[in-house]
């Protein structure tokens, strides 16, 4: 008799419903990798939070460049202002080493111009030339008043006396000047 292979008889069971998970039970590839909504939330939440604080920071950072470059600005500005200063200076400084060199009276130093040391020095000597031949002993200084006068009558001390009572003091020195010059000519 052959042998009959029984099998084991597996109880089946009627088909379970499957109910919808809540939102905490649904599975984690809706969620992002997430175990809950909420913790995806609180996730998302600090990221925004720390975009805006990288935010803040960012425009606080290019408040101080800006105000690094206005500083810069002003240091540049400053820079340019006592270049400035130094030429003036420096320019002052060549007149009046060229005025040393080359004397000449007050009256006519505003005569004396130029660029740099060189171009100061040769105008101060020029105008110093100048003065020396318009001053010296027995020529008469010019009149720069721009008319003919009839003050030439008389002798010196009349001219002078003449010109003390216009108050003309640049006439009175230039006869006086003339009248030294006529003396120590006599001297020699």
């Known amino acids: 008799m052959p042998e009959e292979v029984t099998k084991p008889v597996t109880e089946v069971k009627p ?99 130029g660029t740099d040391a060189e171009s100061y020095e040769a105008s101060a000597k020029r105008v110093s030339e100048l003065v020396a031949r318009t001053n010296t002993p027995g020529t008469p200084k010019p009149d720069l008043s721009g008319g003919a006068k009839n003050e030439s009558t008389g002798t010196v001390v009349e001219q002078i006396a003449a010109a003390e009572k216009a108050g003309d003091k640049s006439r009175v020195a230039a006869l006086k000047a003339q009248q030294l010059g006529e003396l120590a000519s006599k001297l020699k």
């Open 15 to 113: 088909a379970e419903t499957v109910e919808p998970a809540s939102e905490a039970q649904k599975p984690t590839e809706d969620l992002g990798g997430f175990k809950s909504q909420e913790s995806k939330d609180a996730v998302l939440a600090d990221l925004a939070k720390a975009r805006e604080e990288l935010k803040r920071f960012q425009e606080a950072e290019a408040e101080r460049e800006k105000a690094k470059l206005s500083d810069i600005e002003r240091a540049q500005a400053e820079v340019q202002e006592r270049d400035k200063r130094l030429a003036e200076l420096e320019a002052s400084n060549a007149r009046l080493t060229a005025l040393a060199k080359y004397p000449v009276p007050e009256e006519y130093q505003d005569l004396i111009s």
